[in-house]
């Protein structure tokens, strides 16, 4: 069975400043991974994801993720925080099962940005 | 373009009413479609999940179920809601199991 964590279900970040969020996975073949974002009362929207490819993925918004299977860790990264960042994010790990892709989420990070 | 419609956006209900959510996608063809369930302050949990047409699988015992009749459109139902069932809905699709799934807007259900 998979599983995603993320670490810290708040993060408080100045606005300028680097956002780092932290994604650990768990699973027993080569995972496709996802960082998705939500705003209130809204779906979720992807930012990036990895599907074996490159291990360093830039998404939108100015976000990247970076896949390391020695850590199994999909760690979120912006360098710069914009107020618009405030929101959930979600990380999620699919199995990629013959039966449709099932996507586990992770507990997700709720960013605020001070100014 | 694809795009994910869902209705309706919240929805106020009483303890033991039915229950009827809708969910359709255009632009595509044979999508998977799947239902999941976002209580307050913690994180997706899937409920159903559809290959084709008819075709339903439930991944965790509940008082929903789900229905696919036509291609394109996905429909999460109840015959008696629970105080429970209160949580934000969310529809999403995808084209292939190496693709991203596509989320819909959401509905909130209150359950009084």
């Known amino acids: 069975a998979q599983s995603v964590t993320q670490l810290g279900s708040h993060v408080s970040v100045s606005e300028g400043a680097l956002v780092l969020l932290r994604c650990n996975y768990s699973?027993?073949?080569?995972?496709?991974l996802f960082w998705y974002v939500q705003y209130p009362n809204q779906g979720l929207q992807l930012l990036l994801k990895?599907?074996?490819?490159?291990?360093l993925v830039k998404g939108i918004n100015g976000f990247e993720a970076e896949f390391k299977k020695s850590e199994t860790s999909f760690h979120l990264t912006k360098p710069s925080a914009h107020m618009s960042d405030a929101a959930e994010y979600f990380c999620?790990?699919?199995?990629?099962?013959?039966?449709?892709?099932?996507?586990?989420f992770g507990g997700g990070t709720r960013v605020l940005v001070k100014p | 373009s694809q795009t994910i419609h869902q209705w309706p956006a919240t929805l106020v209900q009483p303890v033991g009413s039915p229950l009827s959510l809708e969910c359709t996608v255009e632009?595509?063809?044979?999508?998977?479609l799947y239902w999941y369930r976002q209580a307050a302050g913690r994180g997706l949990q899937l409920l159903f999940y559809?290959?084709?047409?008819?075709?339903i699988s439930s991944e965790v015992p509940q008082n929903l179920s789900a229905s696919r009749p036509q291609d394109r459109q996905f429909i999460l139902s109840s015959k008696k809601l629970l105080l429970s069932d209160s949580g934000f809905y969310l529809c999403?699709?995808?084209?292939?199991?190496?693709?991203?799934?596509?989320f819909g807007d959401g509905t909130r259900l209150s359950i009084l």
């Open positions: 999620a790990v699919s199995d990629d099962g013959a039966a449709g892709n099932k996507l586990t």
């Open positions: 990895y599907t074996s490819a490159a291990t």
């Open positions: 632009g595509t063809s044979n999508p998977n």
């Open positions: 699973s027993s073949v080569p995972p496709y």
């Open positions: 999403a699709w995808n084209r292939a199991s190496n693709q991203p799934q596509h």
């Open positions: 559809s290959v084709g047409i008819g075709q």
